[in-house]
């Protein structure tokens, strides 16, 4: 079936490091892919996204380009800072309907420390 | 505007009793979700409504587990005889089509304890 895979965290970095956070799936179809964050004390919410192979999504200095040759949507981030503590999801959405229905990866716990 | 709203935000019951969780969707989104966050499992789908009907309760864990939605707009995740291992946050989340392709609105969840 239809799942995701993200590194295991939790990952602790210092401030202005480079952050690479690794995710990897398994789909049937043509799955648009995605990476939702949860800042402590909020709700999920969208960080980015990629709906077809080579797309590359950005915000917030974020980046991930969707790459089917690897099955992967590795986020990276230059420069982190302290603010961009939080859990980080990989999800995918796909299906015989395409309904948007989210699968998610265990999630990634970032720590940044000044 | 208001985004996705739920409630309680906090429910503590005891084995056995049945719990209501409520969602409020982002007025004119069609398609709503509800999820759940536990540790063992992380953030699992639940069940999809287009409008007021469910084409997909693929995710439900059991028959204890029901979800309805009314007017296109609020809907209600109901849980039967609950048990210790339905404690989790239950996050409902709504966008404007069932596009895989949409952004999905999340709520800040119900964090249900079963004692």
């Known amino acids: 079936g239809d799942s995701v895979t993200q590194m295991e965290g939790p990952v602790t970095l210092s401030e202005e490091a480079f952050l690479t956070i690794n995710c990897t799936y398994t789909a049937t179809g043509y799955p648009s892919l995605f990476w939702y964050v949860q800042y402590p004390g909020e709700g999920l919410q969208l960080l980015l996204k990629a709906t077809k192979a080579d797309d590359k999504g950005s915000n917030k200095g974020f980046e991930a380009t969707y790459r089917k040759e690897t099955t992967s949507f590795h986020l990276e981030k230059g420069s982190v800072q302290v603010s961009d503590s939080a859990v980080y999801f990989c999800a995918l959405s796909v299906g015989s309907s395409n309904t948007g229905k989210l699968i998610f990866g265990q999630g990634t716990t970032l720590q940044v420390k000044p | 505007g208001a985004g996705v709203s739920q409630s309680p935000s906090n429910k503590v019951t005891e084995k056995g009793k049945d719990v209501e969780l409520r969602c409020d969707p982002i007025?004119?989104?069609?398609?709503l979700y509800w999820y759940r966050q536990s540790l063992g499992q992380g953030l699992e789908f639940l069940i999809y409504?287009?409008?007021?009907?469910?084409?997909?309760k693929s995710g439900l864990p059991s028959d204890r587990f029901s979800a309805e939605r009314t007017g296109g707009s609020v809907s209600t995740l109901t849980i039967q005889r609950t048990q210790q291992e339905d404690s989790a946050v239950y996050l409902c989340?709504?966008?404007?089509?069932?596009?895989?392709?949409?952004?999905?609105?999340f709520g800040p969840g119900t964090r249900l304890t079963v004692l």
């Open positions: 989340a709504s966008s404007l089509v069932g596009q895989g392709n949409n952004e999905q609105f």
């Open positions: 007025s004119g989104h069609t398609a």
């Open positions: 409504f287009q409008g007021n009907s469910a084409p997909d």
